[in-house]
């Protein structure tokens, strides 16, 4: 019995070290993913990172590419539209107007009345409507007839007998896209943006064929003013402030504009307006330098997209891209390591991942990040444990920081070129009774990336003040611009009644 028992006892002896041997390696094997997850997540804090340094000199080297553009057609990435947009609205402005807006995600109609004076300015019966999709793929007559139709049910909506016949109705077409004008009512499109590929509308005059299609409707209405939605934000921001000079767009995608002199417009001498200025439109998503930390992500997406090689910036900066940039990290953490549970197809979908998704697990604040989970369940993502979901939300930290922070970059390259960044006043190094008073410079925002993603908005502004410094920013004013695009289309149309 001695020895059977010691025959035992030396049995569960190794296969105690036998299990204890699984159980070390499996802790080991965990322990090896785990270091592959967080080395991916250094990797990705490194490349992104903005330091105030860097940021400067994207800041730079927006100013050059400015200057650049507006000196010779083809000049810069940056196209430098003229927009003949060269008087803004200015509260006197009577009547009333409605505007269209086809943006990257959704269009818009909404009627303005203007009493005369900055405080009577009534917007009425906004409607906003999700794009369908086989619109963006459809043809240019498809495509303008559905707006047609839409602003034919938004007039028959209208009370009071305003339906009228007789009645004939001024609007401003806000398009978000790039267009080559050739008078403030007219201009050819350059190239599709934010998804769309209707190929044939290339080189066509946009107001006209909005107009084609409402006349086929018999729709007493005039397109009067064809509009970048930069530009209707800057009218409305002026509208109410007239410090206000630059407007950008933080949506689906990204753009500038602001008011620049005729006489620095040196690729079209000899341009004369009243005013002795004209709006600018940047088409900024379009703008790169070296000096932009790009990730292994931005190249493979750009790669992917259908605009390969084109809108760098705005790929690292706007709504339509970020959710797929996060998307890109999670996928490449889940093939390397097993934290995630078994491989999800849905992972692998471009742009499954919406940016309003990662807003809304970046701002989780609760105790067990149930926002999350509920995200990456959508994913095909389940039951992952809370330290990987805080992993998740240090991802989408680093991608819209990033973001934001470039974003505030951009921004500043506009001030530094029209003399608003303090380098031509407080801190160009003249002696003290040589310096000259920082002017009051108000931004106008707009777009569902700034309004509803408060990471992002915060990231933006903090590295704004960074970049200029706290005396010349307290001169530096952002104000956000609800609908300003649409509302400020129609004021612009109205000032051209006035």
């Not at 009627?111 to 240019?140: A, C, F, K, W």
């Not at 950008?248 to 004369?272: H, M, P, W």
């Not at 790669?303 to 996928?331: C, H, P, Q, T, W």
């Not at 849905?346 to 991942?353: A, K, R, W």
């Amino acid at each position: 019995m001695g020895k059977v028992a010691v025959v035992f006892a030396a049995a569960a002896v190794v296969a105690a070290c036998s299990v204890a041997a699984v159980m070390v390696g499996r802790r080991m094997k965990s322990r090896r993913k785990w270091r592959t997850v967080v080395e991916i997540l250094k990797e990705l804090e490194e490349a992104c990172d903005t330091p105030v340094g860097r940021l400067r000199q994207v800041v730079d080297a927006m100013a050059v590419e400015m200057h650049a553009g507006l000196a010779s057609e083809g000049g810069s990435k940056l196209k430098m539209l003229l927009t003949f947009v060269d008087d803004l609205p200015n509260g006197t402005e009577k009547g009333t107007y409605y505007a269209l807006h086809l943006g990257g995600t959704y269009f818009r109609i909404l009627r303005v009345h203007l009493g005369g004076e900055r405080s009577y300015l009534d917007v009425q019966d906004v409607e906003r409507h999700p794009i369908p999709s086989h619109l963006m793929n459809s043809t240019s007559e498809v495509l303008f007839n559905f707006l047609a139709f839409s602003l034919e049910r938004f007039i028959e909506k209208e009370g009071n007998g305003s339906n009228s016949q007789g009645v004939k109705r001024e609007l401003a077409f806000t398009f978000s896209f790039p267009v080559k004008h050739t008078s403030i009512s007219s201009g050819v499109l350059i190239k599709w943006t934010k998804g769309f590929e209707i190929s044939e509308m290339v080189g066509n005059d946009i107001a006209e064929c909005l107009q084609g299609a409402l006349n086929r409707r018999g729709l007493n209405m005039h397109v009067a003013a064809l509009v970048n939605d930069t530009v209707g934000a800057l009218s409305l921001g002026y509208y109410h402030d007239p410090d206000t000079v630059v407007a950008v767009v933080f949506g689906t995608g990204s753009n500038a504009c602001y008011l620049e002199r005729t006489d620095a417009i040196i690729k079209c001498q000899g341009l004369l307006t009243t005013s002795g200025c004209m709006v600018v439109n940047m088409e900024w998503g379009n703008f790169w330098s070296s000096h932009l930390p790009r990730t292994s992500y931005d190249i493979d997406l750009d790669a992917e997209s259908s605009n390969s090689n084109d809108m760098g910036f705005e790929k690292m900066i706007a709504g339509m891209y970020l959710g797929d940039i996060v998307r890109r990290v999670i996928l490449r953490m889940s093939q390397e390591s097993d934290i995630f549970g078994p491989s999800s197809s849905v992972l692998s979908e471009p742009y499954v991942l919406r940016t309003n998704s990662v807003s809304a697990m970046h701002e989780d604040d609760t105790s067990e990040l149930q926002e999350v989970a509920r995200i990456l369940k959508d994913l095909g993502v389940s039951d992952v444990p809370l330290k990987v979901r805080k992993v998740v939300v240090k991802v989408c930290d680093v991608v819209t920081r990033r973001a934001g922070r470039l974003a505030a970059a951009g921004i500043a390259g506009i001030l530094k070129k029209i003399g608003r960044d303090g380098s031509g006043g407080i801190t160009s190094g003249r002696s003290r009774n040589e310096v000259q008073m920082q002017k009051r410079t108000v931004v106008a925002v707009e777009g569902g990336l700034y309004m509803n993603y408060t990471m992002f908005r915060e990231s933006m502004e903090e590295a704004l003040v960074e970049i200029l410094g706290e005396e010349v920013s307290q001169y530096v004013i952002v104000k956000a611009m609800e609908d300003g695009s649409s509302i400020g289309s129609a004021l612009l149309v109205a000032s051209l009644q006035s």
